[in-house]
Structures are given as structure tokens and as C-alpha cells.
């Protein structure tokens, strides 16, 4: 990937809410990215922190109401995707944009075939005849590496395991052959032997065919493998970005820090018990005046109950944070 290249997704302040009873849901505050042709941008945090809002936000697969996604760009091959028409974000969902859901059972339709489900986007959006449609699904079956493609076209999805119906779920995602592919947890679902393998694949079809991919997970060893930059979450917000290998040599904001003390050691000394974070993620019910991680912050002092800090640059390689407290000094950040 070019450090050079000019972003295939770029998005700016997007702010996401959700009308409930209960008063408004500030699920997005001012989320900021970019993701450059080729590049593997890893999205972790807590169940909660606004990972899958924000991707879904991008392209309109909230439902609305009660979801608004009230303010921000989200540029996309000179398009605003926020202001987009309905019928342009039809064309771009599935054709120019691909999106790998959680859950392979719920997300793919048990009433159709697979090929079915294959052959619609290939119809719809690349005018492929039925015939064409067909060989192409079958061609994209093998891709992801499920074997007598062509009969298989003819089951449902009850008939195929898990981790093969999470290669559907793939071959479905890269159809029209995408510039991004949006994977929301692929592997949450499955045991770890098939887990490897989806990740794999992912790599191998990132090295053949170029495609961008964002990847939301909260397993950091996963990310740890296959990104190239990591962008951490905590109430909606971006609190640190930087590339991987920087993030994990060299966190600096106090949630990412203690994300990574979570992580199982492998090699060393047993640790008596697994180590957690402390406190409950925020509730969301206000757009944040203060830092929301505060309450569960051993560095907090007076000025993070105040102001909600903004992302800053930590050193080089565009890793920034948001966070008033400075990990190279044990003090305070400058303003």
C-alpha cells in the first residue's frame, strides 16, 4: 500500500444518534478516518463502543427512524454518502462497498438457495445474464475455498457449517468485486480452528484482488496479525489511531493500554487471574462534554471531568490520541 495514495474512504466528523423513549442515543461523536487503497484498517473496543454503528452509518444500513446520522462526511469515489440518494447508496451497498455481517444464519436468507443469494447481486448490479451469473458464483465459491461449488449452488444455507457459511457470507461480500470490504466480526461465532482459516483467506483475497478492508473485532490478537493501522474505540469516539505495530509497542491513551493488559499471555509466568477493566462503558444518552473514560481511569484529574479531549499526535507514523494525559511523561499533555 503506497503511503502516498490519495483515500479511498475518507470520513469526518460523523456523529450518529438513535431517537428512543428514553431520550437521544449518542451512539457516533465525531468519528474521523481515512482508509488508503489496499490498507487493512483494524477497529477494536468494548461491545458497545460504537464499532459497527459507525460502519453501518457509512452506508445506510441503520434503520431510520429511530437511527439519524446527523452530521459528518463520508466520502466515497466523489460521493458524500450522508447526502446520497437512496437509489446511489443502492448502487454502491454490494457493488462498490462489500459488508461481511456478524452472523452468517441471520444474514443470509433461509428461504433462497446460495446461489441464489449469489447470482442477485451479479444480476443487479454488473447486468450479468443468468448464465454468466451462475459461472461467476460458482467462480467465487472456489475462491473462498468451498469445494463442488457448481451443486452447492442448489443448497440452502442450514445445509453448509458454520465457518462455510461464513465463506458465503465472503463470496457474497466480493461479488462485484469492491473497493472496500467492511468485515464486522467474522469470526466472533466460530471455534478457532475455522477462525484461522477465515483470517487467512481474508489475507490471501487482500493479496489477490487489492481491496481496502476495515476489520471490527474486540480479539486484539486477531488484529494484531492482519492489520496495518488500528484505530481504538471507547463511547463513539476515536481515543487513539496509529499503525499496529507502533500501537501495540506503544500505546498511549490509558483504555488502549489497559485493552491490551486483557490479552491471555502466552509465554511467561501464569497470571493468577485474568486481568479486566474496571466500571461499566458510559451511557450514552448526551453528546460527550467530558472524557468518557474518566470514571474507569486510574490517570484521570480535574480538567478530564471538564473538556472532552481531541485527538493529538503522539510522535511520528500519524499516530494520535485523545487524551489530556501524557504516557511519555506521566503528566499532563500540552493544550
Keep these: 500500500m503506497p503511503d502516498g495514495a490519495l483515500p479511498v474512504l475518507e470520513v469526518k466528523d460523523l456523529k450518529t444518534v438513535f431517537r428512543t423513549r428514553g431520550g437521544q442515543v449518542h451512539a457516533v461523536n465525531s468519528v474521523s478516518f481515512h482508509l488508503r487503497p489496499g490498507e487493512l484498517l483494524g477497529v477494536v ?10 460502519m453501518m452509518s457509512l452506508i445506510g444500513l441503520l434503520p431510520s427512524p429511530p437511527a439519524n446520522v446527523s ?13 446520497a440518494s437512496e437509489e446511489t447508496l443502492r448502487k454502491i451497498r454490494g457493488a462498490r462497498i462489500g459488508f461481511i455481517f456478524q452472523d452468517p444464519m441471520t444474514s443470509l436468507n433461509p428461504v433462497f438457495t446460495v446461489g ?3 447470482m442477485e447481486p451479479l444480476r443487479k448490479h454488473m447486468g450479468l445474464s443468468k448464465a454468466r451469473a451462475r459461472d461467476r458464483a460458482v467462480e467465487l465459491l472456489e475462491l ?20 462455510m457459511r461464513q465463506r458465503v457470507m465472503i463470496a457474497i461480500a466480493l461479488a462485484c468485486d469492491p473497493k472496500v470490504l467492511i468485515a464486522d466480526e467474522p469470526t466472533t461465532a466460530l471455534d478457532v480452528t475455522i477462525q484461522a482459516q477465515i483470517i487467512e483467506l481474508v489475507k490471501e483475497l487482500r493479496e489477490k484482488l487489492g481491496m481496502a478492508i476495515v476489520w471490527i473485532t474486540h480479539d486484539l490478537g486477531v488484529i494484531a496479525g492482519i ?25 498511549q ?7 491490551l493488559k486483557t490479552v491471555p499471555k502466552v509465554h511467561g509466568a501464569r497470571e493468577p487471574k485474568l486481568n479486566v477493566i474496571e466500571g461499566q462503558p458510559p451511557i450514552l444518552m448526551a453528546a460527550p462534554s467530558a472524557c468518557s473514560f474518566r470514571d474507569r481511569c486510574a ?5 478530564c471531568g471538564a473538556e472532552n479531549p481531541r485527538r493529538r499526535p503522539v510522535g511520528a507514523n500519524g499516530h494520535d490520541v485523545a487524551c489530556f494525559w501524557d504516557a511519555a511523561t506521566q503528566g499532563e499533555a500540552d493544550a
Excluded at 473496543?45 to 459507525?54: F, R
Excluded at 469445494?147 to 442448489?154: Q, S
Design 45 to 54: 473496543g468494548e461491545s458497545g463502543s460504537g464499532k459497527s454503528v459507525t
Design 71 to 83: 452530521d459528518g462526511q463520508i466520502l466515497f469515489d466523489g460521493h458524500d454518502l450522508r447526502t
Design 116 to 118: 441464489f443469494q449469489l
Design 144 to 163: 473462498v475455498g468451498i469445494p463442488d461449488a457448481r451443486p452447492r449452488l442448489k443448497d440452502y444455507p442450514h445445509q453448509f457449517s458454520g465457518g
Design 227 to 251: 492489520a496495518d493501522r488500528v484505530m481504538v474505540m471507547y463511547g463513539g469516539q476515536v481515543v487513539e489511531q496509529a499503525p499496529a505495530r507502533e500501537l501495540f509497542a506503544n500505546p
Design 253 to 259: 491513551h490509558p483504555y488502549t493500554r489497559a485493552l
Design 299 to 303: 490517570h484521570a484529574f480535574a480538567r
